[in-house]
């Protein structure tokens, strides 16, 4: 499969994180938003990124402007209808993702690739949005979060996945510069499975007083050789995703270890997201953070 046109719906985080990737890699990128002031917003982001690489020196203004030429906003599926694979990354409800993958089907042609960036629903259960002969083509593509930074991506695939698409998908991810591991269609998949356990963990440790927010962290950080302590990596991921994560979780293995604890679940009935609604387990001023639990 020669993919060379991307698609990319939904540009937050993750979505302008990928695209931002695709870009960099070559691919030509069309970008798709729910309106123009949100699409304006996910490609001011990324055109952020390259001004910093360009300030940093690790771009020059040629090659700032050749990115931009690579990448494309939309409004409209019918836009995507050109693209040889496209990334869902709208947020975690499966109505949005029905409807997005309905409007896919519409648009795309036969041969297209499909894939969602999602973290913690089923891939499987998009299905019924899409023509019988497109299920093969289906498949997860989960990035991690900061896309342009973190070296992984999680490929998942369903019963339905056929060997080519899972070829291309890893072709794709090596282009991208990223390492692909291949993870079935369970909860959590591979990373979130292992990884949401132990921020939960940290959470409840802290809930018990068993040390403080920073010596928690600090501890992880320079015990263990992670970039992040636990629940600064709660924090930075957002602790509403924590939760509705867990909850998936907890509902599919019904094991404590992945039960949402009530402090958890306290600071986000509180708007205490983490730091992009700046507090969670620490008071965020951009980059400085002050323990506030
Ligand atoms: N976007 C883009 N680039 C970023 C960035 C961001 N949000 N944050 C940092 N960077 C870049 C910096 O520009 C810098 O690039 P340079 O070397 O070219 O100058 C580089 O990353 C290092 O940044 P800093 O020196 O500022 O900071 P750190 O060395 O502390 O790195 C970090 C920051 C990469 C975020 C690091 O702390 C880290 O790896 N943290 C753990 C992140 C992690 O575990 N992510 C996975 C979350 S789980 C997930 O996403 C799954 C989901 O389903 C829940």
Redesign the pocket.
Known sequence: MDIQHIGIVGCGLMGS?IAQCAAEAGYQVWVKEADEALLAKGLARIQG?WE??AV?G?LTGDQKAELGRHLNGTTTFAALAGCDLVVEAVPERMDLKLQTFAELDRVLGPGALLCTNT??LSVAQISPALSPHRLARLAGL?????????PLVEVVRTLATDEDTLAALRAFVAKLGKTAVLAPDAPGFV??RL?VPYLLDAMRCAEQKLATVEDIDTGMKLGCG???GPLH?SD??GLD??QS?AEVLFEAFGEPRFKAPSVLRQLVAAGRLGRKSGSGFYRWEG?KRQEAL
């Open positions: 994180g990124a910093r690489a940093k690790k973290s913690s989960h990035f991690f979060n900061p896309v342009p930074v973190m990373v979130n990884l992670h970039p992040m990596l930075f991921i995703t924590m994560v980059e």
